[in-house]
């Protein structure tokens, strides 16, 4: 059984700042990668920030230079500070992490959190 938790979401100030945390725990072999993601109602999920497996990081271009991803693969946990927010940045926030929970599996599979709402006023 695998688990994401995000944290750190709220209320806030347009031009203000949040950090978002999304810690994994379970049974977790490897993580390959960690990201974020966003939803608004009626509206499908769109990345928001995640690494490639070529090592670079891909950044939805709306949060360029606004939000930064980072990891901490010893505590297995994933950050979105997000700075200069803006109303239009209010959504709820979904991590995800592709992983293997044992050395047999072949495959990584997608695990995703619960979500955390980021509301942003004007």
């Known amino acids: 059984q695998v688990q994401l938790v995000e944290s750190g979401g709220g209320l806030v100030q347009a031009g203000g700042s949040l950090r978002l945390s999304c810690a994994a725990s379970g049974s977790i072999f490897s993580i390959r990668t960690m990201g974020w993601y966003r939803q608004v109602p009626g509206k499908q999920r769109e990345l928001v920030a995640a690494p490639t497996r070529g090592g670079s990081t891909n950044y939805a271009d709306s949060v360029k230079g606004r939000f930064t991803i980072s990891r901490d693969n010893a505590k297995n946990t994933v950050y979105l500070q997000m700075n200069s927010l803006k109303p239009e940045d209010t959504a709820v926030y979904y991590c995800?992490?592709?992983?293997?929970?044992?050395?047999?599996?072949?495959?990584?599979?997608?695990?995703w959190g619960q979500g955390t709402q980021v509301t942003v006023s004007s």
């Open positions: 995800a992490a592709d992983l293997k929970g044992s050395s047999s599996d072949y495959y990584y599979t997608r695990y």
